[in-house]
């Protein structure tokens, strides 16, 4: 029903955000790793929306980007995933660890997640496989941010911006860059290097 709201930014908590748009406040459910990617408070913000209805409840889930949208309606397209169960593996893991554990039969990092047993993972694993795009996986070893033999070195504020890039399902290596070309420098908050850097991905 709904696409996207774009409006003011309300009030963020753990699990949910309050959007304002044309005198309507939205209370949206988001994953709990994209809550410090939004703005501040009484900003403009655009966020994705999934409306889910049933008998006794009615729920907007919503998302900062496309593909978490997109990996969500997958999920709850798989027999026995709710939407609140998708929107926990979403927190959980991100995108490309949600990627790579299907691709591997992973169902035990699956089943580790609040929710999901191992038939549910199992079930994830056998109906998802030949839905997703596993050419934008990297192997394990892109996934651990390993800076010692980079000739670059970025200090522990940029190494905890790349992880949370990755966390969101980018590549090491384009994380990098992305921070790299965004200039950022040690006086900046992880936050801001964040949202700058998400800029030039």
Known sequence: MFNYIKGILIEKNNENIVVEAQGIAYDIFIPQNSIFLLPEEKEEVLIYTYLAIREDAISLFG???????????????????????????????????IM?????????????????????????????????????????????????????????????????????GYQNKKAKQALLDAKVD????????LKKALHFI
């Not at 998708?86 to 927190?91: C, F, K």
């Not at 040690?186 to 290097?193: A, H, K, L």
């Open 186 to 193: 040690d006086t900046m908050s992880e936050d801001m290097m």
């Open 100 to 168: 790579i554990a299907i691709a591997k039969d992973d169902k035990k990092l699956l089943s580790s997640i609040k929710g999901i047993g191992e038939k549910t993972a199992s079930r994830i694993i056998i109906d998802l496989k030949d839905k997703l795009d596993f050419n934008q996986i990297t192997n394990k070893k892109d996934l651990e941010v390993n800076l010692q033999n980079d000739s670059i070195k970025l200090s522990i504020k940029m190494e905890n911006v790349i992880q949370a890039l990755i966390s969101l």
């Open 63 to 97: 998302f900062i980007t496309k593909d978490d949208k997109k990996m969500f309606l997958k999920l709850i397209s798989v027999n026995g995933v709710g939407p609140k169960n998708a929107l926990n593996i979403i927190s959980s893991l991100g995108l490309q660890k």
